[in-house]
C-alpha cells in the first residue's frame, strides 16, 4: 500500500529501535503522561456532572422548584392551583404546611422542619416516594398524628417504626398555671434515606390535617403550595410573577435559589475551574512532546540531512515530524480515553468497595450534601477532552519539525 514519504519515515521514526533506546523511553513516557491527563480530566469531569445530576434529582427533588405563600392561612387551596397550573411553565402544584421545632425521645433532641402535605398530591412534586426504607408516604393518615422523618434522625434519637416522639413547637401555650410548651405525640410511621445529610437529619413529614390541627386552623386550611416547573431555571422569575398576579391577597414567593442556589452554582463554578486546572495538566503532558521531539531532532540530523540532499524539501522534513508527535499525541488520547472512560463507569463501585474494605466514609454527609461518589459520563465532555488533546499535541509539534526544517546538509554531514 502505498504512504507518502512524511508518513512512512514519521511512523519509522517513532517505534525508534535502532540507536537511541532513550528516545524511545521519552517518546513513551510522553504518551503516557497524555494519557494519565486525558484519563484524569475526563474521570474528574464526570464526578462533578455525577454531583450536578444528584443536586437535581436528589436535593431539588425533595426541595420545591418554588412555593406561592401568605401570611394567613390559605382556605380554598385547590382553586388556587387550578389558577397557577394555567401557567404553561407549572407542571404540578400541592398544598403544604411548615412548622419549625424539635423533636425529643427519651432524653435525645432533634432540630426539624416538619412539611405537612396531602400524600397524594405530593407525589406530583416530589421524589419522596423513591427513597422510603421503611414505610411509605401513604402511610399518612389524617388524625393518626404519624410522622415520616429521614433515617439520620431516626438513628440520633433512637427510633424506629412504631415508636413514639414528641414534637416541640416554638410555641407556648397560656394556662392559670402559667405558659408550657406547645406538645405533641407523633407515631413514626416511616424513614427514608435520601442520601442527603440536610434532608435526612432535619427534614419529617406529616399530614397536613393533623399539622392544621396543631396549629389550630382548620383541617382545609394551608400555609401554601409548592410549584414543580418544567425547567427549573424558570421558577425564580415565574414564580415571581405568580405572587404578584394571583391578587386576592398578598402572596409572595420563594424559589429554590435562595435555598440551595449557592451550592449549585458553587458545583458548576468548580467544574469549570477543576476543568480547566486539568487542561493544564494535559497541555503539561502534550508539550513533554516538544522535549522529545526535540532530542528526535538533534538525534536525527544525519538523517535529515540524507533526505535533503536525496530531494526532499523542508516542508516534507517539517511534516515527518509533526507525523511522529501526532502519532504520540493520538496514541496517548486514545488510551487516556478509554482508561478515562472505563474509570468514570465505575468510580462510584469502586469506592463504594474501598470504603468497605477500610472502614473509613470518604464523604461524610453532616459535611458534604450526598455521602457518596457520583458520576455521570458525558459524550460531550469525552469529545471535549480528545479535541484539546488531540489540538494541543498538535500544536507541540510545530517548534520542532520547524527546526528540523532548517537543518542545513552540509552543517549536518560535517562530522559525519
Request: glycine share 8%; hydrophobic share 50%.
Amino acid at each position: 500500500m502505498f504512504r507518502p514519504l512524511f508518513v512512512f519515515v514519521g511512523t519509522r521514526y517513532t517505534r525508534a529501535k535502532r540507536r537511541n533506546h532513550f528516545v524511545s523511553f521519552i517518546s513513551l513516557t510522553s504518551m503516557l503522561g497524555l494519557a494519565l491527563g486525558v484519563l484524569v480530566m475526563i474521570l474528574v469531569l464526570s464526578v462533578m456532572n455525577g454531583f450536578d445530576r444528584e443536586m437535581r434529582t436528589r436535593v431539588l427533588g425533595m426541595v420545591p422548584h418554588a412555593t406561592v405563600e401568605s401570611a394567613t392561612p390559605i382556605d380554598d387551596w385547590r382553586s388556587l392551583g387550578e389558577r397557577v397550573l394555567k401557567n404553561p411553565q407549572v407542571t404540578a402544584v400541592a398544598p403544604f404546611s411548615q412548622m419549625q421545632g424539635l423533636l425529643t425521645h427519651e432524653g435525645k433532641v432533634q432540630k426539624v422542619l416538619i412539611n405537612a402535605v396531602n400524600p397524594q398530591e405530593e407525589a406530583k412534586v416530589s421524589n419522596i416516594g423513591g427513597f422510603f426504607v421503611q414505610g411509605r408516604l401513604e402511610d399518612l393518615q389524617a388524625g393518626d398524628f404519624g410522622i415520616v422523618i429521614g433515617d439520620k434522625a431516626a438513628e440520633k434519637l433512637g427510633v424506629g417504626m412504631g415508636d413514639k416522639i414528641t414534637f416541640v413547637a416554638p410555641e407556648v401555650t397560656v394556662t392559670p398555671a402559667g405558659m408550657f410548651p406547645r406538645l405533641k405525640r407523633f407515631t413514626v410511621v416511616g424513614i427514608f434515606h435520601v442520601g442527603v445529610g440536610e434532608v435526612d437529619g432535619f427534614i419529617a413529614m406529616t399530614h397536613l390535617q393533623d399539622l392544621a390541627r396543631l396549629r389550630r386552623w382548620q383541617g382545609d386550611q394551608v400555609q401554601g403550595l409548592r410549584l414543580k416547573f418544567a425547567d427549573l431555571f424558570q421558577a425564580p422569575r415565574v414564580a415571581w410573577e405568580l405572587a404578584q398576579t394571583l391578587g386576592d391577597r398578598d402572596y409572595y414567593a420563594r424559589d429554590w435559589t435562595r435555598s440551595h442556589g449557592n451550592l449549585y452554582q458553587a458545583i458548576r463554578m468548580e467544574k469549570a475551574m477543576i476543568g480547566l486546572l486539568l487542561l493544564l495538566i494535559v497541555a503539561v503532558a502534550a508539550f513533554n512532546i516538544i522535549s522529545t521531539l526535540v532530542m528526535v531532532v538533534t538525534d536525527k540530523k544525519g538523517d535529515i540531512a540524507i533526505l535533503r540532499t536525496l530531494g526532499a524539501t523542508p516542508r516534507q522534513i517539517m511534516a515527518i515530524f509533526m507525523v511522529q508527535g501526532t502519532i504520540i499525541g493520538v496514541f496517548g488520547t486514545a488510551i487516556g480515553a478509554v482508561l478515562g472512560i472505563l474509570a468514570a463507569l465505575n468510580i462510584s463501585a469502586g469506592i463504594e468497595s474501598l470504603e468497605s474494605a477500610l472502614g473509613f466514609k470518604f464523604l461524610d454527609s453532616n459535611v458534604y450534601f450526598i455521602d457518596y461518589i457520583p458520576s455521570q459520563l458525558m459524550l460531550q465532555d469525552v469529545l471535549l477532552v480528545c479535541g484539546a488533546a488531540l489540538l494541543l499535541s498538535f500544536l507541540a509539534t510545530l517548534y520542532p519539525a520547524w527546526r528540523a526544517a532548517r537543518t542545513q546538509p552540509a552543517e549536518a554531514l560535517r562530522y559525519e
